[in-house]
Every structure is written in C-alpha cells, then in structure tokens.
T-cell receptor, first 112, second 116 residues
Framework: GENVEQHPSTLSVQEGDSAVIKCTYS??????FPWYKQELGKRPQLIID?????GEKKDQRIAVTLNKTAKHFSLHITETQPEDSAVYFC???????????FGTGTQLKVEL | GAVVSQHPSWVICKSGTSVKIECRSL??????MFWYRQFPKQSLMLMAT?????????EQGVEKDKFLINHASLTLSTLTVTSAHPEDSSFYIC????????????FGSGTQLSVL
C-alpha cells in the first residue's frame, strides 16, 4: 500500500517568513495530492491539491509543487501570518479509488 | 465547499457500552465515506471505507466486529464502537468524497470519545 512521509514534524517561523513542508510517497500509481490544515480540535480543511499531470499550483500565498519522478511534493506558504499556525497534513491517493493515505503532520507555529 | 456533519461532537461512556457516531453529507450524495481515528498530535489513521449498500472495507488491524459500520443511504454512514473500553478513547472523524468519482474529501467535525 501507499506510504507517505512528512517533514518536518514541527516548524516555527517568524511572521512574514516563508514555510515549506515536504512529503514523499511510495506508490507510483498515486495521482492526487491534497494538503489539509487542521486547527486544534477542529476538522481538517482542504487548502490546496494537485494532480500528477501538473507540476505546480498556486493559490494566493499557498503553493504546491510535485515531482512525480522523485515521488515528492511540497507545500509552500509565503508571507506567513499567525492564523497560519495549525497542523498541516499532506496526503496521497487516487491510485485506487479515492482512498487517501495521510502524512504524519507538521505543527506550524508562526511567531510574532 | 461540501458540508459533512458528524454527531455527536463528544461523548463520555462507561466501559462495556456501545456508542454510535453519525456522519452525514448535507448537500451532496456520498457513495463512499471514510472513518479515521486520530490520537493527540498524530495523523489520521484510516480505519475503514464505508460503501453505500455494501459491506465496509476495513484496514488491516481494525476489528470489524468491534467497529461496526453501516452505510444505509447515500447521505449517512454510522460507526458503532461496541463494548467500548478505555483504550478505544480517541478522536474519530469521518470524511466523504464530494460527489461520485471526486477525489476531494471533506471532513466531519469529529467525535471525541472518552471511555471511563
């Protein structure tokens, strides 16, 4: 089955700096890679996703890049703000239905 | 985006009792829903895939007789934790694909289960 690794587990940045979270996956059949943001005690929220036929996607301050050959994808948050503080999960799926395998999560803390 | 409703948001029960958690897709039909378990500061661990009108598919290591899943309609899936024990205490969360064939998953608000 699919195995997704995520790094770092914790990330602290100063407000206004950029944050980068990286994930690798194992199943070459996976073709859908979403990122979720989960605030404490709340549900995960889809913030951006990318499919394997695209190398990069951007939505305002958030961007995701995908290297299908190397089987890794990254989340980039620019001009970070305190409200970006949360746990971020990457996921991979689509190889067999819409089942997703999640990474272990990254606790992002944006400091003033 | 699509709305997934999950109830209850928290429940406390005595050891040995059963607890039912509901997951509803409010504005779309979901032929497939997923149930996860999440421990504090850990990832979402898929427990089972719930398929409307058929038996659920359980992940390895998940006891199907303990975690009963029913997906009787296109908008409702239920997870029943039977004979709950303290080690079953956890955050349970469901998700549903926003439409048949869609890869985008939307999550319920989760249920914090505490077994005394």
């Amino acid at each position: 089955g699919e195995n997704v690794e995520q790094h770092p587990s914790t990330l602290s940045v100063q407000e206004g700096d950029s944050a980068v979270i990286k994930c690798t996956y194992s199943d070459s059949a996976s073709n859908y890679f979403p990122w979720y943001k989960q605030e404490l005690g709340k549900r995960p929220q889809l913030i951006i996703d990318i499919r394997s036929n695209v190398g990069e996607k951007k939505d305002q301050r958030i961007a995701v890049t995908l290297n299908k050959t190397a089987k890794h994808f990254s989340l980039h948050i620019t001009e970070t703000q305190p409200e970006d503080s949360a746990v971020y999960f990457c996921a991979a799926g689509g190889g067999g239905g819409n089942k997703l395998t999640f990474g272990t999560g990254t606790q992002l803390k944006v400091e003033l | 985006g699509a709305v997934v409703s999950q109830h209850p948001s928290w429940v406390i029960c005595k050891s040995g009792t059963s607890v039912k958690i509901e997951c509803r897709s409010l504005d779309f039909q979901a032929t497939t829903m997923f149930w996860y378990r999440q421990f504090p500061k850990q990832s979402l661990m898929l427990m089972a895939t719930s398929n409307e009108g058929s038996k659920a598919t359980y992940e390895q290591g998940v006891e199907k007789d303990k975690f009963l899943i029913n997906h009787a309609s296109l908008t409702l899936s239920t997870l029943t934790v039977t004979s709950a024990h303290p080690e079953d205490s956890s955050f349970y969360i469901c998700s549903a694909a926003a439409g048949q064939g869609s890869e985008k998953l939307f999550f319920g608000s989760g249920t914090q289960l505490s077994v005394l």
